[in-house]
């Protein structure tokens, strides 16, 4: 059954699709709804339905490219979190980039890595930049590297805890026979 396209079932359209009449108009327009052509019913919602997804595919998958590079280009790894989680992070972000077509150069995302570790990691960090050509350094390298390191630090970190640990005991020991002397004399 062939209809003409009305006001009436524009306005029925609008409301049933939930786009607007903006959106509505500049469909109309570029499928020459309103230029006296007679669509069937249902080929008119469904040229509408492609159109308007279309439109909102494109939406949502700006607004998608926007929000992944703003968390990449904000991307910083706190003093706590552990190299695999951030880099866990960090790929999601990467690979998020990739499927939506948007994405940095491989070498800058090293770079970007680097820039985001805590200031306890500002020596390994300069021996890296030092040591090797960033260019060519693979994240994955980098990720190896980084996560040896992750160990020496923990065990400094242990070490450190058992003197300052030693240290208190010693001063209570020292309190205790300062006090002792005070008290006698």
Known sequence: MSTAVSVNSCVWL?????????????????????????????SLIEVLDVQVVGICNKQVKDNKIDLFVQKYEEFSISNDESIDCA????????????ELDESFKSRNHVRKFLRALATKWRPKVTAIEESKDLSTLSLDELIGNLKVYEVVLEKDLEVSK????????????ERKVLSEEDASS
């Open 87 to 98: 880099f866990s992070r960090f790929n999601t972000i990467i690979t998020s980039l990739k």
């Open 14 to 42: 609008l409301l049933r699709l939930g786009i607007g009449l903006q959106v509505f108009g500049c469909i109309a327009y570029s499928q020459n709804v309103f230029a006296g052509v007679t669509y069937h019913y249902g």
């Open 162 to 173: 058992n003197k300052k640990e030693k240290y208190k005991s010693l001063t209570l020991k």
